[in-house]
């Protein structure tokens, strides 16, 4: 990209800011603009989505492959319908379940959508985030805004506003900041264009949650995620990943971690190490030791802002402790795995 833009940040911590702020991101999405904004799941990058042009310039910033089909962001249940060209009964129960948060659903398409949005294909994802300040904007705007999130195509997705300067600073003209987010990793992707709904994309709304609403709408209930999540076009194995090599590991005790290290032939100064139940001793002389909590809600909203502190402080590898095998960790379990591959 050649064309080097200035990049504003605006706070939104007071209500008059959040006003202010909302109407220039509201402005600058009007003319065709892509705006960084934030969700409850991770900064997005938005464009008007029924402006092929605007979408297809967050493919452009992101740099990312015209095979990834774009989440939809709306801001009520009509404009939701209004991107779909069925809306199945199962939609409905999932969305007064879930919605405003972070569950995306994906529907038949309607044929208001450019084709950008849906790289080409008959169904869109759609999503009613929960975050007052994208609410705002897609309220101030009237249409729908397309937004993956706001990084270069495959890097650690941002959850905080510094995250997305590093990453599309000079390329995109505002971000709003809205403080870190809530949820800290992507929504739960799930189609519901078929008899069963099925899990696209593990998020922390679990596939057991959408089985018990499903149930009540009278779908066929089955495991959503029998067999391991479906393909989603554009779920590259290699996704949400740091520049620095990650892997996961388990361990008992410090001794046994340095131990594989050394045997390994890794100097621990050079490695980063993000533990959440073992932690290493500060003499031990790693590069860094990020410490997450052994709660899963808790450790999926701290786990990417650690991911970027890590590829900040360099060094050869990271190695993260292996979160329990837990149904409440698949999620986490879904990105780390995508982050090694
Ligand atoms: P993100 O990069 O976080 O915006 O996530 C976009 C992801 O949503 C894609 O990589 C797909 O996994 C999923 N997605 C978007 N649109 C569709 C669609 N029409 N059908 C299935 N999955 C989709
Ligand atoms: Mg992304």
């Not at 007071?14 to 991101?25: G, P």
């Not at 989440?71 to 779909?84: G, P, T």
């Not at 905080?160 to 403080?179: A, K, N, Q």
């Not at 139940?277 to 802002?305: C, K, S």
Request: hydrophobic share 45%.
């Amino acid at each position: 990209m050649s064309d080097v833009l200035t990049t504003r940040v605006l706070s939104t911590h007071t209500q008059a800011l959040r006003e202010e702020s909302v109407r220039l991101a509201a402005d600058l999405l009007r003319a065709g603009e892509v705006v960084a904004l934030p969700t409850e799941t991770v900064y997005g990058l938005a464009a008007n989505a029924l402006d092929a042009a605007a979408v297809a310039r967050v493919f452009q910033v992101k740099e990312r492959p015209a095979t990834n089909p774009v989440i939809v962001h709306v801001a009520s249940l009509e404009m939701a319908r209004r991107c779909a060209s069925e809306w199945p009964v199962v939609a409905g129960h999932l969305a007064a379940a879930f919605w405003p948060g972070p569950l995306t659903l994906v529907l038949p398409r309607s044929g208001d959508l450019p084709g950008v949005v849906t790289a080409g294909g008959d169904t869109v994802a759609v999503r009613w985030p929960a975050h007052p300040v994208i609410q705002g904007v897609i309220r101030a705007c009237g249409f729908p805004l397309a937004a993956p999130s706001a990084n270069r195509s495959t890097q650690v997705s941002p959850t905080t506003c510094e995250h997305v300067l590093r990453s599309l600073g000079g390329r995109i003209p505002l971000i709003l900041d809205g403080g870190p987010c809530n949820v800290g990793i992507e929504s739960t992707v799930v189609d519901v264009t078929g008899p069963v709904p099925r899990v696209l994309r593990p998020g922390m709304i679990r596939p057991a949650e959408i089985e018990a609403v499903s149930a009540i709408a009278g779908a066929v209930v089955q495991p959503v995620d029998a067999g391991g999540v479906l393909r989603s076009p554009g779920q590259m194995p290699r996704h949400y990943a740091p520049r620095i090599p990650l892997e996961v590991w388990a361990w008992e005790g410090a001794e046994e971690l340095l131990a594989r290290l050394r045997a390994r032939g890794l100097a621990a100064s050079q490695v980063c190490v993000l533990a959440h139940e073992h932690l290493p001793p500060r003499e031990a002389g790693l590069r860094r030791v990020g410490v997450v909590p052994a709660d899963p809600v808790a450790y999926a909203r701290a786990l990417y802002a650690e991911l970027h502190a890590c590829d900040e402080a360099g060094g050869v590898c990271i190695i993260v402790e292996a979160p329990p095998e837990d149904p409440a960790w698949a999620a986490i379990h879904d990105r780390l795995r995508r982050a090694s591959a």
